[in-house]
C-alpha cells in the first residue's frame, strides 16, 4: 500500500531564515512526488515535481526539493524565506499503475508554514 | 485556459437538502476527483473517476454521490446534507503518461456550510 507521511504539523520560522519541510512516502513501485502549496482561501498549487532524472528538483517561489530514493524521502526546502510563503505545504505521491492499482494520487497531512518578521 | 473550475464557491444548506457540485475541466484530463478538506485532516478523497463513464469509491464516500457523464465534467451530490458534511471541496484533474498518473490540477473549492 502507497503512503505519504508529512513529519510536522506545523514549522515556524523567522524571515529570511532557511525551511526545510519533511515527507517520507512508502511504495514498493515506481513513484512520481509532488508538492503543493496552498495560500489561505485558495486551492492548491504545484510548486515542483519529480517524475525522473536529476533528484533535485527546482520549483517556483525558489523553492526545491530532493528525491531520495533509499531513504523514501522527498524533502522540500527555501534557503530564505518572505512572509509571503506562509501558507500550508502538501507532499503528494503517485505510483505506477499495477493490474491492482489505478495509481492513485496520494496526500500527506500537510505542514502549516508561519513566517514572522 | 480555465483549468479546473468549480461552481458554486460558496453555498449554505439546512439539514436535509440537497445539492450538486459541480466541476469541470477543459485540459482533456482522464482523471477527476473529488476532496474534502477539514482543519487538521488535510485532504481525503471522497469519490474519484478513471474515465468517462466510470466512478469509484475514495476514502469517505458516505453520504456522496457522483457522476462522469461527459469527460469533462464531475459531479459530486449531497443527497441529504448533515452538519458533519460542513466543509471545504476541492475538485481536480490529472492526465495518464504511460503507467504514471500525473500532478493534479485543482479547482478554487467550494465553502459548504450545513446547518
Known amino acids: 500500500a502507497q503512503s505519504v507521511t508529512q513529519l510536522d504539523s506545523q514549522v515556524p520560522v523567522f524571515e529570511e531564515a532557511p525551511v526545510e519541510l519533511r515527507c517520507n512516502y512508502s511504495s514498493s513501485v515506481s513513484v512520481y512526488l509532488f508538492w503543493y502549496v496552498q495560500y489561505p482561501n485558495q486551492g492548491l498549487q504545484l510548486l515542483l515535481k519529480y517524475l525522473s532524472g536529476s533528484t533535485l528538483v527546482k520549483g517556483i517561489n525558489g523553492f526545491e526539493a530532493e528525491f531520495n530514493k533509499s531513504q523514501t524521502s522527498f524533502h522540500l526546502r527555501k534557503p530564505s524565506v518572505h512572509i509571503s510563503d506562509t501558507a500550508e505545504y502538501f507532499c503528494a505521491v503517485t505510483s505506477r499503475m499495477t493490474t491492482d492499482s489505478w495509481g492513485k494520487l496520494q496526500f500527506g497531512a500537510g505542514t502549516q508554514v508561519v513566517v514572522t518578521p | 485556459n480555465a483549468g479546473v473550475t468549480q461552481t458554486p464557491k460558496f453555498r449554505v444548506l439546512k439539514t436535509g437538502q440537497s445539492m450538486t457540485l459541480l466541476c469541470a475541466q477543459d485540459m482533456n484530463h482522464e482523471y477527476m476527483y473529488w476532496y474534502r478538506q477539514d482543519p487538521g485532516m488535510g485532504l481525503r478523497l471522497i469519490h474519484y473517476s478513471v474515465g468517462e463513464g466510470t466512478t469509484a469509491k475514495g476514502e469517505v464516500p458516505d453520504g456522496y454521490n457522483v457522476s462522469r457523464l461527459k469527460k469533462q465534467n464531475f459531479l459530486l451530490g449531497l443527497e441529504s446534507a448533515a452538519p458533519s458534511q460542513t466543509s471545504v471541496y476541492f475538485c481536480?484533474?490529472?492526465?495518464?503518461?504511460?503507467?504514471?498518473?500525473?500532478?493534479?490540477?485543482f479547482g478554487q473549492g467550494t465553502r459548504l456550510t450545513v446547518v
Open positions: 481536480a484533474s490529472s492526465y495518464r503518461q504511460g503507467f504514471m498518473n500525473t500532478e493534479a490540477f
